[in-house]
C-alpha cells in the first residue's frame, strides 16, 4: 500500500433515476478505493451498474439520472462536490475513460492529430509543436507503427483494434490520475485483447495512474487486474485481490460468475449458468437482492446482509469457506 493518498477513494456513492415507474437505485452505497499504479476489475452481469459508477465518477449521468450521495474523492479532490465547469476541466486531464466503442471518443471527420493536439491544448497552455510531440509519443507507446503517418489518418482508416488504441492514446495524452475503461475490449479479437491488456498494465505501472477496468469477462481479470469489485443490482457484493476472490469466492454469485466461465466446464457436459434474471432495479426482493437466485438461501436472507469489513469482504449471511473447485 501506498503511503500516499490513494488516488481515487468512492466513499458510499449511490445514482438514481427518477422514473414514472419509481426510483432506480442504479449504484446503490458503493465504496472502494484504488491505490496509485493499481488495477482494479469491476465485475458483474448486465445491469449490475458497473458501467453507472464508472459514469458517476466521471460526471456523465445524465437527467433523470443523479448522484445523490457519497463522496469521489480523486486525490483529495471531491468530484462529486465539483460544478460542471470544473467537472470538465478535470475531465480528459486528471481524469479519463475509455468507451467499449472509440467512436464514442472519435470524430469520424477530424484527422487523429487534430483531435490528439486539442485534447492537449484543451487544458495546457503548450505549443502546438509539443503538443504534436506528445501525440506522437502516445502513439509509439500504445503500439502504433509509424506514428507520424498515422498521426495524419481518420479514424476510418484504422481498424477496431488500431482505432481502439487511438482512443487509449487520448486517455493517456495528459497522465491522469485515474483511468476508466469500460469493457474496451469486448469487441476485438483475442490476440489485439492481450496486446492491449499488456500495454495497460504497464502503462499503470510505469505512470503510476490508477485504472478501473469495467467487464464481465472474469479471465480478463485474472490476469489484468490487482483487485476486484463484483456487483449486483447496483452493490458490490464481494472485493479484495484478485487471487484472493478468485480462487477462494465468498459469494454464492461471484462462484456462480466463475463456474459460467465456458473453459472450465467438462467437455460434452451442458454449460453452467446462474439460474434465474437479474431482479429490476424498480422491483428488487427485499433483503438479499440475490435471494432469490441463491442455492445457499434460508430465512436469515430476508434480512438484509452487510458488506463485511476486511480485506476480503462479502455481503452474504452463507459466504463459501472453501477454495473454489479447479477446473476438471
Not at 478505493?33 to 445491469?47: A, F, P, W
Not at 429490476?280 to 469489513?309: I, K, M, T, V, W
Request: proline share 6%; net charge neutral.
Amino acid at each position: 500500500m501506498s503511503e500516499r493518498a490513494p488516488a481515487l477513494r468512492v466513499e458510499h456513492l449511490s445514482t438514481h433515476f427518477d422514473t414514472r415507474q419509481g426510483v432506480i437505485k442504479a449504484v446503490n452505497d458503493v465504496s472502494f478505493t484504488i491505490e496509485r499504479g493499481q488495477i482494479m476489475g469491476l465485475v458483474g452481469e448486465s445491469g449490475s451498474g458497473k458501467s453507472m459508477t464508472g459514469y458517476s465518477i466521471m460526471g456523465l449521468i445524465d437527467a433523470p439520472g443523479k448522484v445523490v450521495g457519497g463522496r469521489i474523492l480523486l486525490d483529495g479532490t471531491d468530484l462529486a462536490s465539483l460544478n460542471p465547469e470544473q467537472m470538465r476541466q478535470l475531465r480528459g486531464n486528471r481524469v479519463a475513460m475509455i468507451f467499449q466503442d472509440p467512436m464514442m471518443t472519435l470524430n469520424p471527420v477530424l484527422r487523429v492529430d487534430t483531435q490528439m493536439t486539442e485534447a492537449i491544448l484543451a487544458h495546457e497552455k503548450v505549443s502546438h509543436a509539443e503538443a504534436l510531440r506528445r501525440s506522437r509519443e502516445a502513439l509509439a507507446t500504445v503500439g502504433i507503427p509509424s506514428p507520424d503517418e498515422r498521426l495524419q489518418n481518420y479514424p476510418h482508416q484504422f481498424s477496431g483494434g488500431m482505432r481502439q488504441r487511438v482512443a487509449i492514446a487520448i486517455a493517456l495524452l495528459n497522465k491522469p490520475s485515474l483511468i476508466i475503461a469500460d469493457e474496451p475490449t469486448t469487441a476485438l479479437d483475442v490476440t489485439i485483447q492481450g496486446q492491449i491488456l499488456a500495454e495497460m498494465q504497464r502503462l499503470c505501472r510505469d505512470t503510476g495512474t490508477a485504472l478501473i477496468w469495467i467487464t464481465h469477462d472474469l479471465s480478463v481479470v485474472a490476469g489484468l487486474a490487482d483487485t476486484v469489485s463484483v456487483m449486483y443490482a447496483g452493490r458490490i457484493v464481494e472485493s479484495g485481490t484478485v487471487d484472493a476472490v478468485l480462487d477462494y469466492a465468498k459469494h454464492p454469485y461471484t462462484r456462480g460468475l466463475i463456474d459460467s466461465v465456458p473453459s472450465r466446464n467438462p467437455r460434452g457436459q451442458r454449460l453452467k449458468q446462474i439460474p434465474g434474471f437479474t431482479p429490476s432495479l424498480l422491483h428488487l426482493p427485499s433483503g438479499c437482492h440475490f435471494r432469490e437466485r441463491c442455492p445457499r438461501a434460508d430465512e436469515a436472507c430476508l434480512q438484509d446482509p452487510q458488506l463485511s469489513n476486511e480485506p476480503h469482504a462479502v455481503r452474504c449471511f452463507h459466504p463459501h469457506t472453501d477454495r473454489v473447485e479447479e477446473p476438471a
